[in-house]
C-alpha cells in the first residue's frame, strides 16, 4: 500500500513536500524552509558483519560520531549501499525517510531516534 493511502486509511492529515533527491542536510534547507518544525536527518547504517541495520533519526543540524556510535552500540556500523536501501527501505540513497519502514516486511531495521 502506498503511504498515503495508508495514513488516509488511518484519518490522518497530511500535506506533502516534493523536492529531488538530496544528500546534505545543507542541500534539504534550499527546499525546507518554508516548512514549519524540527527538520531532521535520517541516516541508514549496518553492522559491518552481523548484517544488522539501523536507521538513525537525529536533528538535521547534529553531527553522527560514528565512533562514539559504535562503542554505544559495541558494534562496528558503516553506512549502507545502495543495493541496501532498495532492498529494506525500497529508497534511492538521498531519499531515506521513516515512512521506507512499511517496507521491512521483515522486521530487520532498528529504528534509533535521537532524543
Do not use: W
Not at 44 to 53: A, L, P, Y
Not at 65 to 80: I, P, R, V
Amino acid at each position: 500500500m502506498e503511504i498515503k493511502e495508508y495514513l488516509k486509511s488511518l484519518g490522518i492529515n497530511f500535506k506533502t513536500f516534493s523536492h529531488p533527491p538530496v544528500y546534505t542536510c545543507e542541500e534539504a534547507e534550499e527546499y525546507n524552509k518554508e516548512i514549519k518544525g524540527i527538520h531532521s536527518k535520517n541516516l541508514f547504517i549496518k553492522n559491518r558483519k552481523s548484517k544488522k541495520f539501523y536507521l538513525i533519526i537525529l536533528f538535521a543540524n547534529k553531527p553522527l560520531n560514528l565512533k562514539e556510535f559504535e562503542d554505544f552500540l559495541e558494534e562496528k556500523l558503516k553506512f549502507s549501499n545502495e543495493q541496501d536501501l532498495k532492498k529494506f527501505l525500497n529508497t534511492p540513497s538521498g531519499a531515506v525517510s521513516p515512512f521506507g519502514l512499511i517496507n521491512d516486511e521483515e522486521g530487520k531495521i532498528n529504528i534509533l531516534i535521537d532524543k
